[in-house]
């Protein structure tokens, strides 16, 4: 699976030698309502060769108390290592009265000689305001009749940090910290053995730096900072990991947030995920899709897979993509005029006429599958649970912990998970906004971990207060004040 076909550094020789990479933990600080969260996930509690099992993280919780976010700094994560910029609207994930937030990332490297490496990437991200210049750019494509808004923010990446333990080193070493306001980044020592130091190439450093921060990117990760780095030395071992990594997030790291599950509740768009990455099937018209014939190939075969599974998820139901005509695209490339249909016994209608739920297990079950049968994927669904039934979701989760290889990351309300799969791999927000993530504590292997939970709402028996109270009668009282379309 990958995420596009842009350069990649690697020598014929590195690019046999790969590692499996996977997330091992995660810190947030001054995130939206999270002023400190920490996560450590199962693969980093424990050493698990990664051709042995798969690594779940489920993250439960009430409304509002940091779930969505742990997921969306994980789409941070995923746009910054893949060198891309982050996007506007990430600008308001600075808590209120803060002025940037801090992520950490803690990554564990296993390569197919044995050696085990562990990096850490960790960054500052601000926000800053749009100049009038970068607010036309942002809405040049928009339709003629929009009005774009006069003001309007961008991320900023700063005081970026890359740390790494190695073979040779006997405890985990800074090789890149972008905090310096003299030079692009200290230290000296492993500025000069990565990157070299001549008179140009630390020009071209600093003026990287500043291209990274003015487009929303990472200067570490973005390809004209790993173009010194490869033209210095393409062995050495920092270089290498930093590559490695951007190839994790760009082939193998996959995030899918609320933004897509609200197209498919809209039935605008069902959004695949492919090796090519998202692309965006229509589901709100009657007139074909102009695919080029070039992607229409890649897609039905993903349809096909989709569907093999679906099939057993949802008796009954499979799915095509089904071209209507042969055409040409925008571009002048022959292309394919096609629908999306389901098939219910036989009987073919329309997709958009099938349930959310059905949809959204479509949308991401190109994903699950990938996680399941390859050790190097690692998936993170926000509301995992939206709109599919409570059983059904339990049997995904419990195939996955018992013969799945991959990362899985979800979020969920539904409770049918903490019934199925091992407390090991789930974490639970809190009310206290310095400690948001803890796991649940003295709980016995033969507890019901669902009746637990809701024991622990009630009683509170656990470190930290895992629900904010609400009293029935309270809500009454404000359902009757506030009325409704017929009150007064």
């Known amino acids: ?26 810190v947030l600080k001054d995130f939206k309502s999270v002023e400190y969260g920490e996560i450590v996930f199962n693969c980093g509690k424990q050493f698990v060769p990664y051709d042995t099992e798969s690594d779940i993280l489920g993250i439960y919780g009430q409304n509002g108390s940091g779930k969505t976010s742990f997921i969306e700094a994980l789409a941070i994560l995923d746009d910054l290592m893949s060198g891309l ?35 850490t990437y960790g960054f500052c991200m601000g926000k800053k305001a749009l100049t009038s210049e970068e607010i036309h750019d942002r809405y040049k494509d928009a339709p003629p009749d929009y009005d774009p808004p ?41 500025r000069k053995a990565i990157a070299g130091n001549g008179k140009n190439t630390l020009v071209s450093l600093e003026v990287n730096k500043q291209l990274a921060y003015s487009k929303s990117k990472s200067f570490i990760f973005m390809n004209k900072t790993l173009s010194v780095f490869n033209d210095n030395d393409n062995t050495n071992v920092f270089f290498q990991v930093l590559i490695e990594l951007r190839h994790f997030a760009r082939h193998y790291l996959y995030v899918v947030d609320t933004k897509s599950s609200g197209m498919i509740r809209l039935n605008f768009a069902l959004p695949i995920y492919t ?33 093999l599974v679906l099939s057993q998820l949802v008796p009954g139901l499979s799915i095509d993509i089904k071209k209507v005509s042969d055409t040409l695209s925008s571009k002048g490339n022959p292309a394919a005029a096609c629908i999306m249909v389901a098939f219910r016994d036989g009987k073919e209608l329309p997709l958009k006429c099938e349930s959310d739920g059905v949809r959204k297990i479509i949308s991401v079950l190109h994903l699950i599958t990938a996680a399941f049968n390859e050790k190097s994927v690692t998936v993170a669904i926000d509301e995992f649970d939206a709109g599919i039934f409570e059983y059904l979701l339990g049997e995904i989760l419990q195939a996955m912990e018992e013969s799945g290889k991959g990362q899985f990351i979800f ?6 998970p903490l019934e199925v799969i091992s407390k090991k791999f789930l974490y639970f927000t809190t009310t206290n906004p310095q400690n948001r993530y803890i796991r649940l504590r003295k709980i016995s292997a033969t507890n019901n971990l669902r009746d637990t939970y809701f024991r ?9 207060e895992i629900y904010n ?18 009150h007064g």
């Open 150 to 190: 006069e003001t309007g923010h961008k991320v900023v990446i700063f005081n970026e940090k890359f740390y790494l333990l190695w073979e040779d080193a006997s405890k985990k070493q800074i090789i890149i910290d972008t905090s310096s306001k003299d030079i692009a980044f200290t230290p000296d020592t492993k």
């Open 85 to 119: 910029s982050v996007d506007g609207v990430y600008a308001d994930c600075i808590a209120v009265g803060k002025e940037f937030a801090e992520l950490e990332f803690v990554f564990d490297l296993q390569y197919p000689d044995g050696r085990i490496r562990e990096a």
């Open 275 to 307: 090796s090519s990455g998202r692309l965006l099937l229509q589901t709100d018209t009657n007139r074909p899709m102009i695919i080029e014939e070039t992607a229409f190939e890649e897609i039905k075969d993903v349809i096909g897979t989709i569907s």
């Open 411 to 416: 979020t969920s309300h539904n409770l049918r």
């Open 1 to 26: 699976m990958g995420k596009n076909t842009e350069i990649t550094f690697f020598t014929e020789e590195h690019g046999k030698n790969l590692p499996t990479v996977r997330i091992k933990k995660a």
């Open 456 to 464: 622990e709402i009630i009683v509170n028996e656990q470190e930290e």
């Open 469 to 486: 109270r609400t009293k029935r009668f309270k809500i009454v009282s404000a359902l009757k004040k506030a009325g409704g379309p017929y």
